[in-house]
């Protein structure tokens, strides 16, 4: 299946270059749509926040500026520049971001 504006194959592109950040909200871009899960980049402004939600796949967090508290099933961790944290299917999940 292939999505609107999905990578190119075999082509190394800036992350930067994939999505603009919008002041005071939230803008997203799925980069792959696969019968197995999405790949979705999405850039959020300060105090912006993804509600609670479950999904039907696994979701994978990496952070490349600022930090989000990402709340999986009640417990909170704090992810800062550069760092990940996978989160399972069944749990709900919710991010917030707290910054540049």
Do not use: W, Y
Request: net charge negative; charged share 15%.
């Amino acid at each position: 299946m292939s999505t609107p504006n999905a990578l190119p194959p075999a082509e190394a592109l800036a992350i930067e270059s994939l999505i603009t950040p919008t002041a005071g909200g939230i803008a997203s871009r799925v980069l792959a749509r696969t019968p197995g899960g999405n790949l979705t980049l999405f850039a959020f402004d300060a105090g912006q926040e993804l509600s609670e939600h479950t999904a039907p796949f696994d979701a994978l967090v990496m952070v490349l500026t600022g930090a989000v508290d990402l709340t999986i099933s009640e417990t909170s961790t704090l992810i800062d520049r550069l760092g990940a944290l996978a989160a399972c299917t069944a749990k709900t999940k919710t991010l917030v971001c707290r910054g540049p």
